[in-house]
């Protein structure tokens, strides 16, 4: 598809124009695609006597290597092919201007392969049939081929390769801010304040406080600061927790329960017990911006099956504001570009995705838009849709959202 995409876009000459649509041509295989599939099926009907009402396709021989990805029911790739048609068309229209007869003849071709593949996905004889989507795409590349549009020869042609260099010079970018972080020591000042937790009242025979720290070993370490404020000896002092191993096993676990026992020196009396105040857990503790390709992005959107959808209620009346907020309190990373939500046009759309330290990946897609596109001023609505593996990552990240 990549490869189609760049042949497609940087191709300028007339002979290398012809040579690519000769090229798609050859990976389609015998035109119309129904028809010759048909052929192939009824010449072999003779040897499927028993069951002759169910026609097999054959599979394509391996020099037809688009066919083949057609019959097996992947139109999006035909979709994509007729950007690339609508392309060659627009460039060869171009460099022919003054032979119209030829391009429109080239046109004519361009219109006869998405024909073809768009009968193919009606058919029902390639194992899925075409979507919606694909089939608006192609039937809109039909319409622009028949009609023309000479405004559309600047994007095709000029506005479609500045796309990519924008893209690349992006992903460069990214690829550098990434080394650079890492490349960034973690150097902390002697100043700097310790967050720690009081667990228990000043009034306490002994009183306990901590602080811990989440490492990408997945450990949960405590340290726990036990202090005697009665002038009895304590002995046998003991901090009993609720797991035997302090380990926080998914991002579902979020709180840890503890108590101080102790004997007192002397006493007869039975053991004493200090219940502590609960050691809540921050998922943000343990999520870190995640990146991933469109392509990864798509098949784990697929994969997970739970999805938290959140409504957009915010104060915040700036689209891309927003999104820089929902990235902050979630610590997920936008993966959609700059570029890709630059302007102001009323509405956006784009990609997050986290990692947890204990290989679970959250992905989410922000749907949002002005309620009046002419006033600055107004609300934002729409929907955050979260999706993750396990539920509790995908409640709790969109508990994160709400105002």
């Known amino acids: 598809m990549a490869a189609l995409w760049i042949l497609g876009t940087y191709c300028e000459s007339d002979a290398a124009v012809l040579t690519v649509l000769r090229l798609i041509k050859s990976s389609l295989g015998e035109l119309p695609i129904v028809e010759s599939e048909m052929r192939l099926v009824e010449g072999e009907e003779p040897a499927q006597e028993e069951a002759p009402e169910k026609k097999v396709l054959k599979s394509a021989p ?12 992947d139109f999006f790739l035909g979709a994509s092919l007729a950007t690339v048609l609508n392309k060659l068309a627009e460039q060869f229209t171009k460099n022919n201007e003054a032979n119209s007869q030829r391009s429109n003849r080239f046109r004519g071709e361009c219109m006869f392969i998405l024909a073809s593949i768009i009968n193919l996905g009606k058919s029902g ?14 039937g809109t590349t039909i319409k622009l081929l028949a009609q023309g549009c000479s405004e559309l020869e600047d994007v095709f042609v000029e506005k479609c390769k500045d796309s990519l260099e924008l893209m690349l010079s992006s992903r460069q970018q990214d690829k550098a801010d990434e080394i650079s972080t890492k490349k960034k020591k973690n150097i902390v000042e002697v100043d700097k304040t310790i967050m720690f937790t009081q667990l228990s009242a000043r009034a306490d025979a002994s009183i306990g406080e901590n602080l811990f720290d989440l490492s990408l070993s997945q450990a949960l370490v405590l340290d726990v600061l036990i202090v005697n404020q009665t002038a009895d000896t304590l002995q046998n002092v003991s901090l009993e927790l609720s797991t035997a191993t302090v380990k926080v096993a998914s991002t579902e676990n979020g709180v840890i329960f503890s108590t101080i026992s102790y004997d007192v020196r002397g006493s007869t009396s039975d053991r004493n017990c200090v219940y502590l105040q ?7 503790d ?15 959107w697929f994969d997970f099956e739970w999805e ?17 907020y929902l990235s902050t309190v979630t610590n997920m990373k936008v993966l959609t570009g700059d570029a890709a939500i630059e302007g102001d046009c009323g509405f956006l759309a784009a990609n997050l995705c986290a990692h947890s330290i204990f290989g679970e990946d959250a992905l989410a897609n922000v749907s949002i838009e002005k309620a009046s596109p002419l006033d600055e001023g107004s609300p934002i609505v729409g929907h955050i849709r979260i999706r993750a593996k396990s539920q509790g990552m995908a409640l709790t990240l969109g508990d994160k959202v709400i105002f």
């Not at 391996?62 to 029911?73: A, K, R, S, W």
């Not at 004889?125 to 192609?138: C, F, G, S, V, W």
């Not at 609960?278 to 943000?284: L, S, Y």
């Open 62 to 73: 391996d020099e037809v290597v688009v066919g083949q990805f057609l019959l097996d029911g």
């Open 125 to 138: 004889i390639a194992k899925q049939n075409i979507t919606e989507d694909d089939l608006d795409r192609m």
């Open 278 to 284: 609960d050691i809540k857990i921050d998922i943000m």
């Open 286 to 300: 343990y999520i870190v911006p995640g990146n991933v390709t469109d392509a990864e992005f798509r098949q784990m």
């Open 308 to 324: 938290n959808k959140v409504t957009v209620n915010t104060p915040i009346t700036d689209l891309r504001e927003f999104l820089h």
